[in-house]
Each structure stands twice: as structure tokens, then as C-alpha cells.
């Protein structure tokens, strides 16, 4: 599947490397061994127990945000979609004093083009089956904790 914001952000890279590398070469000394790399940096998610936190792969721009949030809007029960790009995930909010079907949530964000990869939410947390990539309960002993 081809995503336009693939090609724009590697088209700007690319442009961006051909203007300011000859400026950082020249400026920078060599690189030394002791150099250290910056450590990754961690999100904690804050949702309310009643909402599910949809974890998908490739969440990088908002046009691929909204398109996975049109999908989850239409979903029954569905109140709010809220995403969060850089930790690549949707938080999705029901009507009050339901609970929101699993498998529809993640034929929805299958629909959308983005598989889920983990999915947390009241019934407990799910991840694809290597066979048939539907959604698997995890026994409680090895799902992640909602924060």
C-alpha cells in the first residue's frame, strides 16, 4: 500500500541532506568513540478505564491519524478517537456505561490500513494471531498494565 507521507518525508529528506550536508561536514570535527547515542524516548499513556488503547505499527502523520480515527468513529457505541503519533496508538472512547465490541475495533483499524499489534481496553488486552491476525485475549498474567 503506498502512503503519499512515505514518499513526501523521504522526498524532504532527501533534500534536506543534499543542502546541509556540505555545511555539516565542513563544520563538524570527526566523531569520536565516546560519543553516546540518545536513548529512546518512553511515553506513558494516561486512559480511563473505561476507554481502549488500540497499538498499531505505522501511525506516523496526521492524515494516517485521521484516517484510522474516520474507521473507529464508525464503530457502534463509539464516542471519541483520540491518537497519539509518536507512540503510535488510538485511544478510543465508548458511550457511557458500554462496552465497546473487540473485533469490531480491530476490523476497524484493519480496514483503515493499519493491523493492530496490541489492543487494551476493559476485557482485558489482545494481540494478533500469527495465523489468522485476529485478535487473541492475553492472560492477565502477561498483559501489560493500564497506566
Same mark, same amino acid.
Given at each position: 500500500m503506498f502512503h503519499a507521507c512515505k514518499f513526501s518525508r523521504s522526498l524532504f529528506a532527501l533534500l534536506m541532506l543534499m543542502v546541509a550536508a556540505p555545511r555539516v561536514l565542513a563544520a563538524t570535527p570527526a566523531a569520536t568513540p565516546t560519543a553516546e547515542k540518545a536513548s529512546p524516548v518512553e511515553t506513558t499513556l494516561k486512559i480511563a478505564e473505561t476507554d481502549t488503547a488500540i497499538y498499531v505499527g505505522d501511525l506516523h502523520c496526521k492524515s494516517c491519524a485521521k484516517k484510522i480515527a474516520r474507521k473507529l468513529y464508525v464503530v457502534k457505541g463509539v464516542v471519541k478517537v483520540r491518537t497519539d503519533v509518536k507512540a503510535n496508538v488510538a485511544i478510543v472512547t465508548p458511550q457511557a456505561? *458500554? /462496552?465497546?465490541?473487540? !473485533? @469490531?475495533?480491530? @476490523?476497524? @483499524? &484493519? *480496514?483503515?490500513?493499519f493491523p =493492530?499489534? *496490541?489492543?487494551?481496553? %476493559? /476485557?482485558?488486552?489482545?494481540? =494478533?494471531?500469527? !495465523? /489468522?491476525? @485476529? %485478535?487473541?485475549?492475553?492472560?492477565? &498474567?502477561v498483559a501489560s498494565k493500564r497506566q
Amino acid at each position: 500500500m503506498f502512503h503519499a507521507c512515505k514518499f513526501s518525508r523521504s522526498l524532504f529528506a532527501l533534500l534536506m541532506l543534499m543542502v546541509a550536508a556540505p555545511r555539516v561536514l565542513a563544520a563538524t570535527p570527526a566523531a569520536t568513540p565516546t560519543a553516546e547515542k540518545a536513548s529512546p524516548v518512553e511515553t506513558t499513556l494516561k486512559i480511563a478505564e473505561t476507554d481502549t488503547a488500540i497499538y498499531v505499527g505505522d501511525l506516523h502523520c496526521k492524515s494516517c491519524a485521521k484516517k484510522i480515527a474516520r474507521k473507529l468513529y464508525v464503530v457502534k457505541g463509539v464516542v471519541k478517537v483520540r491518537t497519539d503519533v509518536k507512540a503510535n496508538v488510538a485511544i478510543v472512547t465508548p458511550q457511557a456505561k *458500554k /462496552t465497546l465490541h473487540v !473485533k @469490531a475495533l480491530w @476490523a476497524a @483499524a &484493519q *480496514k483503515a490500513g493499519f493491523p =493492530p499489534l *496490541k489492543l487494551v481496553g %476493559p /476485557t482485558g488486552a489482545f494481540r =494478533p494471531d500469527p !495465523k /489468522t491476525k @485476529a %485478535p487473541v485475549h492475553v492472560p492477565e &498474567q502477561v498483559a501489560s498494565k493500564r497506566q
